[in-house]
């Protein structure tokens, strides 16, 4: 599985996020690829991720991918991003 995270220059509040990710997927026992990147990047990056997390500014930015696009409020909160994994992945 592939997950890119996503913010508007790739190396800040991406790599927290990408941070914040792994600890969820680590609690749930999934295996996942997790990539930050900037808004560029992820144009290219979704087209063979199967989710992507980013905030509600930069999403519709992403223009057509076949990943599930998922909002995040709050890049730091892990209870708002383990909710949303959660309902994405089905865990």
Same mark, same amino acid.
């Given at each position: 599985?592939? +997950?890119? &995270?996503?913010?508007?220059?790739?190396?800040?509040?991406?790599?927290? #996020?990408?941070?914040? +990710? =792994?600890? @969820?997927?680590?609690?749930?026992?999934? /295996?996942?690829? !997790? =990539?930050? &990147?900037?808004?560029?990047?992820?144009?290219?990056? $979704?087209?063979?991720? /199967?989710?992507? #997390?980013?905030? $509600? =500014?930069?999403? *519709?930015? #992403?223009?057509? @991918? *076949?990943? /599930?696009?998922? @909002?995040?409020?709050?890049?730091?909160?892990?209870? =708002? +991003?383990? /909710?949303?994994? !959660?309902? &994405?992945?089905? #865990?």
């Amino acid at each position: 599985m592939k +997950i890119v &995270a996503v913010c508007g220059m790739g190396i800040g509040t991406s790599v927290i #996020l990408k941070m914040n +990710i =792994e600890k @969820v997927l680590e609690r749930f026992d999934v /295996d996942a690829q !997790v =990539e930050a &990147a900037d808004i560029s990047t992820a144009r290219g990056a $979704a087209q063979t991720a /199967d989710l992507v #997390l980013t905030s $509600a =500014e930069l999403a *519709p930015q #992403l223009g057509e @991918v *076949p990943a /599930d696009v998922v @909002v995040v409020d709050n890049f730091v909160d892990e209870q =708002e +991003i383990e /909710d949303k994994l !959660v309902d &994405a992945l089905d #865990l």
